[in-house]
């Protein structure tokens, strides 16, 4: 296969290390940390900023072993190539669709939840009005590039930087005038436990969720092995230190528990910091970081669903194509953005339950891949670190299978109905699993469909 063919099924490296952290921290939206303050400072009894440390640690477990996988496989397939080519190509396909689960409905959630705050503020546009702005403006940024993308991603981040800071001077000039009693109290109080902020941050870290998807720019990022590990790992700590700092200082604002709305506590703390006029300033800053999150959750959707088509697992005259002069899977994108339109009716509860099983399955399964990889490679003599390669990966997989557990029994049930109709797909793909899943390889870029064989040979990083 020629050189130019090759051109074709390759997305091409532009973004850099401090992009692919600000996509990262863009998809968690750091906003996020004053829309789920009332609740996280319920549930772990005033001790926020300690749940937010406690679920920055272990999401930290989990990023190390992203890390570790985006070093051998420089592609953007994330935790679908990672599984396949570690574990097997029929487990590839079912954390790839366990993926879609998670992927396919955060554009939607994104997109409702700042339409649904934008109408409040500005009501004389329905929901749905909104929703098809934010909608139409984030498609064809992603569909025009993502060297495009990356610029306004900084600017909308630059802003959601400004507005939290602002927020956080508002709070600290309100201290000043009415100092709090004790400056470790929102870490540990009378009232908290450890059961407490351990529930805490079980809620904390779904506000995590997203850093795994800088692994999908892997082919759009400069010396991928080097940044994509780095750029996962400050995501984290990066998007960590933004919550735990900021929820740190509103628990001083507001050390008690009692919360008249803990969905809109931020709103209300901003109001008697700064003003209602402040407040509804805030909250479209707020807004902007939201803006900024469907962005990046589009480009990193419609990638996954492009390699899952490159593969072929996925119809490949559809999600398997490049724009020819933007090198964009536009039509991915474009997808993305129609589906969004139904997000009109969906309800939130519903899809937030199809994201936390989604998301936690294919972090528990992540730290899985490290822990096969490192048996595997201790049977040809090759030694690596029990403690990076082992310890940590298993420590992390509990985590995420504890925070898995945590979720209620609509989002279990909702995500073993989605992963039985994956078999059944898997089922008819494979010819009643008589045969592999096809795969891409990049070498000829044709896609091969062959009987199960050994499990790919692994080199060392």
Known sequence: MSTTANTTTRLTPRLSLASIVL???????PAIVMLTFGVIGTASAGAAPAAYLLATLAMSLTALSYGKMA?????????????????????????????????????????????LYLNAQFPLIPVWGWLLIQIVFTTTINVLGVVLADRVNKVLMSLTVI???????????????????????????????????????????YSFLGFDAISTLSEET?????????????????????????????????????????????????????????ADIINLFI???????????????????????RDGVLPRRFFGRLHPKLKTPALNILLVGVVGMF????????????????????????????????????????????????????????VDLY??????????????????????????????????????DMATTEPTQHHETPATTLTRS
């Open 403 to 440: 925070l898995l557990t945590q979720l209620g029994p609509t989002a279990i049930y909702l995500g073993l109905g989605w992963m039985a109709l994956g078999i059944v797909y898997l089922a008819v793909l494979t010819r009643g699993f008589r045969t592999t899943p096809p795969e891409m």
């Open 163 to 205: 507005g939290i800071v602002t927020f956080v001077f508002m709070c600290l000039q309100h201290l000043g005038t009415d100092a709090p009693e004790s400056l470790t109290a929102p870490f540990w109080n009378s009232t908290t436990s450890v059961a407490a902020i351990s529930a805490g941050a079980a809620i904390a870290a």
């Open 71 to 115: 070093r051998l496989f420089p592609v953007s397939g994330s935790a679908y190539t990672y599984a396949r080519k570690v574990i097997g190509s029929r487990v590839g396909f079912l954390v790839g669709w366990a993926i879609l689960l998670d992927y396919f409905f955060l554009p939607m959630v994104a997109w409702l939840i700042s339409a």
């Open 23 to 29: 996509f990262g921290l863009a998809y968690m939206s």
């Open 222 to 278: 400069i010396n991928p092995r080097r940044n994509i590990p780095r750029g996962i790992l400050l995501a984290v700590l990066v998007g960590g230190l933004i919550f735990t700092a900021v929820s740190y200082v509103m628990q001083l604002v507001n050390p008690t528990t009692n919360f008249e709305d803990p969905s809109v506590a931020a709103y209300a703390m901003s109001a008697v910091v700064g003003g209602e006029t402040f």
């Open 343 to 398: 997000a009109v009716n969906l309800s939130l509860e519903t899809a937030a339950s199809f994201i936390n099983f989604g998301a936690f399955l294919t972090f528990a399964v992540v730290n899985i891949c490290v822990v096969v990889y490192f048996v595997r490679q201790r049977r040809r003599h090759q030694k690596l670190a029990i403690l990076g390669f082992l310890l940590l990966p298993v420590l992390g997989a509990l």
């Open 287 to 309: 807004m902007v970081g939201g803006f900024a999150s469907c962005l990046a959750i589009q480009a990193s959707t419609s990638r996954l669903m492009y390699v899952m088509g």
